[in-house]
C-alpha cells in the first residue's frame, strides 16, 4: 500500500461539512494533514462538481463516494450522473435502509435490485460496491447474509467495500474476508475496534484498537484493493485529530517506504 492510496471517508467529518465554508476548510485540512484522497459521504452543501472543484484545488482525488441507499436501487441513471461529476469510478450501497434481513422477500428484493442497478453502472464504467455493517454477518442456514448477497450477484455488477470494524463486531474475520473478496475488493474501509469499559465495541483511531492492519492490508492487496479508507464513525474528541492520528500511524507503520 502507498501512501497515495490512503484516502478519508467524509462521513467522519459530517458535522463539518453542513456549510460551503466549512465544507472547504475541511478539506483543506485534510490535505494539511497529507491525505491525497477523498470519498464523498454527508452533508452536501455544494453541488457535485464545486465538491470535485474544491477537492482538485486542495490536491485530493475523488475515489469514490456514497450515494442514498433508495438512490442506487431505483434511479442509477442519477448515481451516474453524480459519478461523472464528481470523476470517480466507484460508488458504495451505504446501509439497507428499509431492508427486513429477516424476510427471504425483502432481502431477495434487495439482492435483485443491486444486481441490476450495478448491470446499469457497468454498462457505463462505473463500479457499484456493497458497504458492510455488522448486520449482514448474521447468519441464515449456516450462510451469513454477506455471503448471501455477493453469492447472488454477479462480480462485475457488484463488487465490494468491506469495512473492518463491522466485520470484526459481527464475529468475523477482516482478513478472511479481504481472502474471499479475491478480485471482488477494490475499496477497504479502515476502522480500528477497541472494548469499552461496557465491554461493547468502540470506534478508535488506526493502531489504537486491537485490529492485525499489517495482515489486513497485505490480504486486501492480493486481493486487488485500490484505495484504502480510513473511516471512524465516533471520534472521543476533534475529529480531524483522530484522522491526522490514523494518518501518522499508517504513515510510519504501514504504507511501503
Aim: net charge negative; aromatic share 8%; glycine share 8%.
Amino acid at each position: 500500500m502507498k501512501i497515495e492510496q490512503v484516502a478519508v471517508q467524509l462521513y467522519t467529518l459530517r458535522d463539518h461539512l453542513e456549510t460551503p465554508e466549512a465544507y472547504q476548510e475541511s478539506l483543506q485540512k485534510i490535505a494539511e494533514i497529507g491525505y491525497k484522497s477523498v470519498e464523498v459521504a454527508g452533508p452536501r452543501p455544494i453541488d457535485e462538481g464545486d465538491i470535485a472543484a474544491l477537492c482538485a484545488e486542495k490536491g485530493l482525488i475523488i475515489n469514490a463516494c456514497h450515494e442514498d441507499a433508495d438512490l442506487i436501487l431505483t434511479n442509477p441513471s442519477k448515481v451516474l450522473e453524480n459519478l461523472e461529476s464528481f470523476g470517480c469510478r466507484y460508488v458504495s450501497y451505504p446501509y439497507p435502509a428499509g431492508i427486513d434481513f429477516e424476510s427471504p422477500a425483502s432481502l431477495q428484493s434487495l439482492v435483485d435490485g443491486l444486481n441490476r442497478s450495478g448491470r446499469i453502472l457497468a454498462e457505463a464504467g462505473r463500479v457499484l460496491a456493497y458497504h458492510n455493517h455488522d448486520m449482514e454477518l448474521k447468519s441464515v442456514d449456516g450462510v451469513s447474509i454477506l455471503e448471501m448477497i455477493y453469492g447472488q450477484t454477479e462480480p462485475q455488477f457488484l463488487q465490494a467495500e468491506l469495512d473492518t470494524y463491522w466485520v470484526h463486531a459481527g464475529h468475523s474475520s477482516p482478513e478472511a474476508w479481504c481472502a474471499k473478496l479475491r478480485d471482488r475488493l477494490p475499496l477497504l474501509h479502515l476502522k480500528d475496534y477497541r472494548e469499552g469499559e461496557d465491554g461493547k465495541g468502540v470506534f478508535a483511531e488506526i493502531g489504537s484498537g486491537i485490529l492485525d492492519f499489517r495482515t489486513i492490508i497485505a490480504t486486501a492487496e492480493a486481493s486487488g484493493c485500490q484505495w484504502f479508507i480510513v473511516e471512524q464513525d465516533v471520534c472521543p474528541g476533534d475529529p480531524f485529530e483522530s484522522l491526522e492520528k490514523s494518518f501518522r500511524y499508517i504513515r510510519d507503520n504501514l504504507v511501503e517506504p
